[in-house]
């Protein structure tokens, strides 16, 4: 199987709600997203997807995110769904896995916060 990663970067700010912390403050980051995407086959030229047009993609979903307050966006405007980057990494994970020619799976999403940390989300069952 062949599989691609991207990175796009979005400057967001959130708060996480019911946290005990530094955290529960309003505050901003600017994330990083990385995609990755799978596949068996190649095209004609000799790729799994063009890394242009797979950028593009994510560049739709990061762009509803870039400069926003998270917690005002749909889904983490709902009653306890925080902006965290885990759920930031599934719902990436999801939003883009509606877009993929169907030929292609998600593999994963990984999030950071900073240099140092970051979540990742995939559907198959880590140990």
Not at 61 to 80: A, C, K, M, R, T
Not at 88 to 111: N, Q, W
């Amino acid at each position: 199987m062949y599989r691609l990663t991207v990175i796009k970067r979005f400057a967001a700010a959130h708060r996480l709600v019911n946290y005990q912390g530094q955290c529960a403050r309003l505050h901003g980051h600017t994330w990083t997203v990385e995609v990755s995407v799978g596949g068996e086959k190649l095209d004609s030229c000799g790729m799994l997807i063009d890394f242009r047009a797979l950028k593009e993609l994510v560049g739709k979903i990061v762009g509803e995110l870039d400069h926003s307050y998270l917690n005002d966006l749909h889904p983490f405007n709902e009653l306890n769904f925080n902006p965290t980057a885990e759920n930031l990494a599934r719902h990436i994970f999801y939003k883009l896995k509606s877009l993929l020619p169907p030929d292609l799976t998600m593999s994963e999403v990984r999030v950071w916060e900073s240099p140092d940390v970051c979540a990742s989300y995939r559907e198959d069952v880590i140990p």
